[in-house]
């Protein structure tokens, strides 16, 4: 069992940046992919960022360019740099981590004003 805790979350001016964390309680490093996925009311889970064991790295198209996936292993952690906020990134924000189970994050508010 693996808890994940995000944090980095908060209100924000379009333009502006934000860093998202996503702290494990145990070794992310025998994990195959991690990521970061949002949600906002009304709609479904989408995926915003993925990383695999690799270091491959996969962005939706709507955050390709201004977003970026890392992790640090030695701190268990997983990040996501977000530059350039646009007031449609607002969402709760998600960070996983699989293989073979899945495990998610409580989540973090992401509020980009306009």
């Known amino acids: 069992q693996v808890q994940l805790v995000e944090s980095g979350g908060g209100l924000v001016q379009a333009g502006g940046a934000l860093r998202l964390s996503c702290a494990a309680s145990?070794?992310?490093?025998?994990?195959?992919?991690m990521g970061w996925y949002r949600q906002t009311p009304g709609k479904q889970r989408e995926l915003v960022a993925t990383?695999?064991?690799?270091?491959?790295?996969n962005y939706a198209d709507s955050v390709k360019g201004r977003f970026t996936i890392s992790r640090d292993n030695a701190k268990n952690t997983v990040y996501l740099q977000m530059n350039s906020l646009k007031p449609e990134d607002t969402a709760v924000y998600y960070c996983?981590?699989?293989?073979?189970?899945?495990?998610w994050g409580q989540g973090t508010q992401v509020t980009v004003s306009s």
């Open positions: 990383m695999t064991s690799g270091g491959s790295t």
């Open positions: 996983m981590i699989g293989g073979p189970y899945i495990y």
């Open positions: 145990g070794s992310i490093v025998r994990f195959n992919l």
